[in-house]
């Protein structure tokens, strides 16, 4: 070995990693990159589009720790898409159109780091051309939900060409290995209609995820064991597939100690049911109005972030900026918050959802079953009322009410007598609500146990880890 050699073995090894728009994407990767610092040395860069480059992830970048460095990637220019596109077809272009400057980018950090690796998430599989073009050793990508929803990625080329009509219409489920079966209304929403330009984005995507060299999910076996059973089983043609998760924000102990926190320290243990729909859902007005006269129906002690309704009834409007556009109180029953003050606690836009989740008092969480959501749950062992949006979220709500029994779905009719049902029963119900808070205990245990010394996620990170520093021969 020369000179130049060995002093490039002594610098660390660094991973690129494309971040496509919000902050479930943002988040998971983050943490990744953390794990990666912390066990294995690895440093990182995340590779952001200035689409999303709110004031929320500026903050959030700021935090990491020095191995972790970012940047963003130039403007682009969408206004020819028009003002009816999807947010994964708007993702997809961006990242598309970007592989120019993206190529440019790897290019110097093969210059100036020990670039072993090049990671994109699941809108990002075009721009391993941009690796491939800049010389980047190993193209992997990464799937931040879980997977059932790869499941259907993997198998959508052969379902495009063996479907003629469209999910919805579907009189069956769909029945994919190890899978829960997916009525076809509930696969994720951007499959749900073939002339939309989105749905040919997500085959394309699909049909790229095969030319990465591996696939990391952020995922746990316990939670689908069946689907990890089929998944990491070698298939010639297929990468193979590494779970590494459970992978969900650590607490952000710098951040002054939010409001909604101290009000929890005075409510008794596991009394209280946290509402929220992530960083980028909003609700229709009626269902608003819906869900807070059902809290009220419980008798039930409640944190709820609220944010205002969208005019145009869009269930993610608030994707690429997660503060509530209006005064979101407006919106409410009259009287509603008069009669409730006693027992429940509203917070405009945004709380600590982690520390909610480990707080003591917390003892449910209506969620949207967006998977970092769903993930940060399980880890602090809070049951679940399901009230999925937008997304793959609806497939995520069959899976976890159907498949892994981790929660209570709300009817799709959304009627209040019908959510203070779903509510009581997870929080305090003999029935299933007690198989719900039985199981997710378990999954909480598994979890923890993933992530330990030995542990299946540690061992997968490791065999990743390797993969990419110990050169041509692995």
């Not at 460095?69 to 009816?84: M, Y």
């Not at 929403?189 to 073939?194: A, E, P, V």
């Not at 608030?318 to 027992?343: H, I, M």
Request: contains cysteine; charged residues 20%; hydrophobic residues 45%.
């Amino acid at each position: 070995m020369d000179a130049n050699s060995t002093a490039e073995a002594r610098r660390p090894p660094h991973v690129a990693m494309l971040v496509t728009p919000g902050m479930g994407h943002l988040i998971p990767l983050a943490e990744l990159a953390k794990r990666l610092a912390a066990r294995h040395g690895v440093t990182a860069t995340l590779i952001t589009f200035a689409s999303t480059a709110s004031a929320t992830q500026r903050a959030f970048l700021a935090s990491l720790p020095p191995a972790i460095a970012s940047l963003s990637l130039p403007p682009v220019d969408l206004s020819d898409l028009g003002p009816g596109a999807t947010i994964e077809t708007l993702m997809s272009e961006e990242c598309a159109r970007l592989v120019p400057a993206l190529t440019g980018v790897l290019s110097a950090l093969r210059e100036t780091t020990r670039l072993v690796a090049y990671v994109a998430d699941l809108f990002g599989a075009d721009s391993f051309d941009a690796a491939v073009a800049a010389g980047v050793p190993r193209r992997y990508l990464f799937h931040p939900g879980n997977l059932h929803g790869l499941m259907i990625m993997l198998h959508l080329p052969e379902l495009d060409v063996s479907m003629p009509g469209e999910f919805r219409d579907l009189a069956e489920p769909v029945r994919l290995p190890g899978c829960v079966p997916i009525p076809g209304p509930d696969v994720m929403s951007g499959l749900q209609d073939k002339s939309d330009p989105c749905y040919r984005w997500m085959v394309h995507h699909a049909r790229l995820y095969r030319e990465s060299e591996a696939i990391l999910v952020n995922s746990f076996d316990a939670v689908e064991p069946d689907a990890a059973r089929v998944l990491t089983h070698p298939v010639p043609g297929r990468p193979p597939v590494y779970n590494i998760g459970p992978l969900i924000r650590a607490d952000a102990n710098d951040e002054p100690r939010a409001a909604c926190l101290d009000w929890l320290d005075r409510q008794p243990p596991k009394s209280v049911i946290f509402v929220s729909f992530g960083s980028g859902g909003s609700l229709p007005t009626e269902h608003m109005r819906e869900l807070a006269l059902g809290l009220e129906l419980t008798g039930q002690r409640f944190l709820w972030v609220v944010r205002s309704p969208s005019d145009e009834g869009t269930v993610n409007a608030n994707y690429y900026d997660a503060e509530s556009k209006k005064d979101p109180l407006a919106y409410l029953p009259e009287g509603f918050v008069e009669r409730t003050k006693d027992v429940g606690l509203l917070v405009p836009s945004w709380a600590p959802q982690t520390e909610v989740l480990a707080h003591e008092a917390t003892g449910g969480f209506l969620v949207h079953c967006g998977w970092n959501s769903v993930l940060e749950s399980l880890v602090h062992g809070v049951p679940m009322v399901a009230w999925p949006l937008f997304a793959e979220q609806r497939q995520n709500a069959v899976m976890l009410s159907e498949g892994v029994r981790a929660s209570m779905r709300v009817p799709a009719t959304k009627r209040k007598e019908e959510i203070a049902a779903a509510v009581r029963e997870v929080m305090a119900g003999q029935g299933k609500g007690a198989e719900v808070r039985a199981k997710v205990a378990a999954l909480q245990k598994a979890a923890k146990e993933a992530l330990l010394e030995g542990g299946a996620a540690t061992t997968a990170l490791d065999e990743v880890v390797r993969k990419w520093t110990c050169g041509e021969y692995c």
